[in-house]
C-alpha cells in the first residue's frame, strides 16, 4: 500500500490549494477515504470522508462550506480542495483509507503534505 | 459531537515496565474505538480495532479493552521502539473523534 500526497505548500490567508493523493497497491475503489489534518505540535483531527463513489461525503464543522472532497476511481486518486483558507488551516494534511479492518479505522496513511497559512 | 478524551497527557515508564493508557468518550461509542501510535516525524499507526483487535502485524504486548465510554489501552512491556504518542479515535458516528494523545516516554 502506497499513498503520497502532494499540493501543499505556503498560501495567504483567503487563497485556495488543491491536495492530491496517488495511491497504489490496493483496490482504490474498494476503499473509502478520508483527509484527516495535524497542526503543528498538536493532535490528530479528521476533516473529511468520501465513500466508495463520490455520492457520500462527510465534513467536519470546520472545513465545511470551504473544502470539498473528491476521488477519481480510474486514477487510484483522492483530492481535497480546499477555499478561503485561514491560519487556523496549516497543518500536515494525510490521507487515509478506512473500511479494511473497520468502517470508520484509517487503517493506511499517506506520508503528509504541510499546509501553511500566512501573510 | 463525540469528545474523547485521554489521560494522563504523559505516562513515563520505563522499559520493561507495563503501560496503562485511558480513553474516555462522552457518549457511548460502543466498541467503535481504534488506537494509534505516532513516532516523531512520521504518520499514524493504526494498533487496535474495535476496542480489543489489534492489527495485522501489530506486537502481543498491545492490547485493548473496554466498551461504552471507558477505553484502556495496555502494553505489557515497553520496549525502545514503543515510545511515541498513541492517540484513540472514536467511529461510531460522525465527525470522527480523536483524544488529544498520551506522550509515553521513557522514565
Known amino acids: 500500500v502506497q499513498m503520497v500526497e502532494s499540493g501543499g505548500g505556503l498560501v495567504q490567508p483567503g487563497g485556495s490549494l488543491r491536495l492530491s493523493c496517488a495511491t497504489s497497491?490496493?483496490?482504490?475503489?474498494?476503499?473509502?477515504m478520508n483527509w484527516v489534518r495535524q497542526a503543528p505540535g498538536k493532535g490528530l483531527e479528521w476533516i473529511s470522508y468520501?465513500?466508495?463513489?463520490?455520492?457520500?461525503?462527510q465534513y467536519a464543522d470546520s472545513v465545511g462550506g470551504r473544502f470539498t472532497i473528491s476521488r477519481d476511481n480510474a486514477k487510484n486518486s483522492l483530492y481535497l480542495q480546499m477555499n478561503n483558507l485561514r491560519a487556523d488551516d496549516t497543518a500536515v494534511y494525510y490521507c487515509?483509507?478506512?473500511?479494511?479492518?473497520?468502517?470508520?479505522?484509517?487503517?493506511?496513511w499517506g506520508q503528509g503534505t504541510l499546509v501553511t497559512v500566512s501573510s | 459531537e463525540t469528545v474523547v478524551t485521554q489521560s494522563p497527557a504523559t505516562r513515563s515508564v520505563s522499559p520493561g515496565e507495563r503501560a496503562t493508557l485511558s480513553c474516555r468518550a462522552s457518549?457511548?461509542?460502543?466498541?467503535?474505538l481504534a488506537w494509534y501510535q505516532q513516532k516523531p516525524g512520521q504518520a499514524p499507526r493504526l494498533l487496535i480495532y474495535?476496542?480489543?483487535t489489534r492489527a495485522t502485524g501489530i506486537p502481543a504486548r498491545f492490547s485493548g479493552s473496554g466498551s461504552g465510554t471507558e477505553f484502556t489501552l495496555t502494553i505489557s512491556s515497553l520496549q525502545s521502539e514503543d515510545f511515541a504518542v498513541y492517540y484513540c479515535q472514536q467511529y461510531n458516528n460522525w465527525p470522527r473523534t480523536f483524544g488529544g494523545g498520551t506522550k509515553v516516554e521513557i522514565k
Open positions: 468520501i465513500g466508495e463513489t463520490p455520492a457520500s461525503v
Open positions: 487515509t483509507t478506512s473500511g479494511g479492518y473497520s468502517y470508520g479505522t484509517f487503517d493506511y
Open positions: 497497491g490496493f483496490t482504490f475503489v474498494s476503499y473509502t
Open positions: 474495535d476496542a480489543s
Open positions: 457518549q457511548s461509542v460502543s466498541s467503535d
